[in-house]
């Protein structure tokens, strides 16, 4: 079945409120890890996940860092204007490009309470040693395009740090406190551009690292900005009437050339966003290996490619085409979009194993699970219900080896 033809009903469970966890526990690595290898389930603590990690395996993670995407301005009447910061304006070249601009920015948006942004009407914050503006510049679909001007030499990122509040995600049903700020936060975090956490990155602490290393595990990193998209539901009732939402993704010569390296003892990707970022680069290898020239400025890996490209490439071939095709345009590192949607019906070139939260029922990211499980991810969830696992972002999460 192609994937366009996936009725969302299919994929979707009970979820209590009472399960989604709200705050995080007070040890990162205490959450508890459900471990499927190959139909089998076992318990244990995040702390221990090494020992589930068979030595000379690559382990790659998400090195993305959530900005404080959240402004709030308040009104000379009263009412408060939420501007959500979703991605910079397409007229940057990347995320870290917009996030250096002094002065003003153009970002696009969504406003909550945009009905009482009345044409014309300039919004400020006012801090110590600058004040921040807001005003419409376009109105897109489902989007405001705004223009952001600050009085002073600070970064855009400087600016959000300062004048911003952490974007927890909105089933949480709650406002962000000052533990947020560190927690809704990796320990290996380092870009800046995230309105959300790779969240299966959170369990991840400087001891679990030091026994990944102790072990002879070897770690990676790579880059992709996660957008509000990862919390939109599939509305509509196949897969054919869904948009995926495209992330900025950067990934390193260097890395790419580890990843060829240890595809004979294993990849694992820590999250989904690191999943889809490895899994893209296959793709954009296949193109170019196809005479395909992917749109680097644009989405490199469409939602549908992994489906309707007829390729016989191994996967080695494909990075190692990737990773000379940067060498000769002289470009140390991969710098694009991707919407690679992964979903039952693709089969997985880079990634052997994936670490992971429990995701939202009818989600993209529960599609990417059961792409790898096929139906047994119901009973990987079914297990977690019935065993007080705490679910979604600062929830409990689970290795997964197909």
Same mark, same amino acid.
């Given at each position: 079945?192609?994937? !366009?033809?996936?009725?969302?009903?299919?994929?979707?469970?009970?979820?209590? +409120?009472?399960?989604?966890?709200?705050? =995080?526990?007070?040890?990162?690595?205490?959450? !508890?890890?459900?471990?499927?290898?190959?139909?089998?389930?076992?318990?244990?603590?995040? @702390?221990?996940?090494?020992?589930?990690?068979? !030595?000379?395996?690559?382990?790659?993670?998400?090195?993305?860092?959530?900005?404080?995407?959240?402004?709030?301005?308040? !009104?000379?009447?009263?009412?408060?204007?939420?501007?959500?910061?979703?991605?910079?304006?397409?007229?940057?070249? +990347?995320?870290?490009?917009?996030?250096?601009?002094?002065?003003?920015?153009?970002?696009?948006?969504?406003?909550?309470?945009?009905?009482?942004?009345?044409?014309?009407?300039?919004?400020?914050?006012?801090?110590?040693?600058?004040?921040?503006?807001?005003?419409?510049?376009?109105?897109?679909?489902?989007?405001?395009?705004?223009?952001?001007?600050? +009085?002073?030499?600070?970064?855009?990122?400087?600016?959000?740090?300062?004048?911003?509040?952490?974007?927890? =995600?909105?089933?949480?049903?709650?406002?962000?406190?000052?533990?947020?700020?560190?927690?809704?936060?990796?320990?290996?975090?380092?870009?800046?551009?995230?309105?959300?956490?790779?969240?299966?990155?959170?369990?991840?602490?400087?001891?679990?690292?030091? /026994?990944? &290393?102790?072990?002879?595990?070897?770690?990676?990193?790579?880059?992709?900005?996660?957008?509000?998209?990862?919390?939109?539901?599939?509305?509509?009732?196949?897969? &054919?009437?869904?948009?995926?939402?495209?992330?900025?993704?950067?990934?390193?010569?260097?890395?790419?050339?580890?990843?060829?390296?240890?595809?004979?003892?294993?990849?694992?990707?820590?999250?989904?966003?690191?999943?889809?970022?490895?899994?893209?680069?296959?793709?954009?290898?296949?193109?170019?290996? /196809?005479?395909?020239? =992917?749109?680097?400025?644009?989405?490199?890996?469409?939602?549908?490619?992994?489906?309707?490209?007829?390729?016989?490439?191994?996967?080695?071939?494909?990075?190692?085409?990737?990773?000379?095709?940067?060498?000769?345009?002289?470009?140390?590192?991969?710098?694009?979009?991707? &919407?690679?949607?992964?979903?039952?019906?693709?089969?997985?070139?880079?990634?052997?194993?994936?670490?992971?939260?429990?995701?939202?029922?009818?989600?993209?990211?529960?599609?990417?699970?059961?792409?790898?499980?096929?139906?047994?991810? @119901?009973?990987?969830?079914?297990?977690?219900?019935?065993?007080?696992? @705490?679910?979604?972002?600062?929830?409990?999460?689970?290795?997964?080896? =197909?």
């Amino acid at each position: 079945m192609h994937p !366009k033809d996936l009725k969302i009903e299919d994929y979707t469970y009970e979820l209590p +409120d009472e399960r989604i966890a709200k705050y =995080p526990l007070a040890e990162r690595d205490a959450s !508890k890890l459900l471990v499927y290898n190959k139909g089998t389930l076992s318990e244990d603590s995040y @702390r221990n996940i090494a020992e589930y990690i068979p !030595k000379g395996t690559l382990m790659v993670f998400n090195r993305t860092k959530v900005v404080q995407a959240r402004l709030l301005f308040k !009104k000379e009447t009263g009412g408060v204007i939420e501007v959500f910061c979703l991605e910079p304006h397409e007229q940057y070249g +990347d995320v870290q490009t917009a996030m250096l601009q002094t002065h003003s920015v153009l970002w696009n948006c969504i406003i909550g309470g945009a009905s009482k942004w009345k044409h014309g009407l300039v919004l400020e914050q006012k801090h110590e040693g600058f004040t921040l503006k807001a005003a419409i510049a376009n109105r897109g679909e489902g989007y405001f395009t705004i223009e952001l001007i600050w +009085d002073t030499d600070l970064s855009f990122a400087e600016v959000l740090h300062i004048a911003g509040k952490v974007p927890l =995600p909105p089933y949480l049903h709650r406002d962000a406190d000052l533990s947020d700020e560190e927690r809704y936060q990796t320990i290996y975090a380092k870009e800046k551009g995230s309105v959300a956490a790779p969240t299966a990155g959170l369990h991840f602490t400087e001891h679990i690292m030091g /026994n990944l &290393q102790q072990r002879g595990i070897d770690t990676a990193f790579v880059n992709l900005h996660v957008g509000a998209g990862t919390f939109m539901p599939v509305k509509a009732e196949t897969m &054919q009437g869904h948009t995926m939402h495209a992330e900025w993704i950067h990934v390193d010569v260097d890395t790419i050339q580890q990843l060829i390296a240890h595809l004979d003892t294993g990849i694992v990707a820590v999250g989904t966003t690191t999943m889809r970022t490895l899994e893209s680069l296959y793709w954009i290898g296949a193109k170019l290996l /196809n005479h395909i020239v =992917p749109d680097f400025t644009g989405y490199a890996v469409n939602q549908w490619d992994p489906y309707e490209i007829e390729t016989t490439v191994d996967t080695k071939t494909a990075l190692a085409a990737l990773a000379d095709y940067l060498l000769q345009n002289k470009q140390s590192s991969l710098v694009t979009k991707t &919407q690679v949607l992964i979903a039952p019906g693709y089969s997985n070139r880079v990634v052997k194993g994936l670490v992971t939260n429990f995701h939202q029922p009818q989600s993209t990211l529960l599609l990417l699970v059961a792409s790898m499980l096929g139906d047994d991810w @119901r009973r990987l969830y079914n297990y977690a219900l019935q065993h007080d696992y @705490r679910f979604l972002s600062y929830g409990d999460g689970c290795l997964l080896w =197909p």
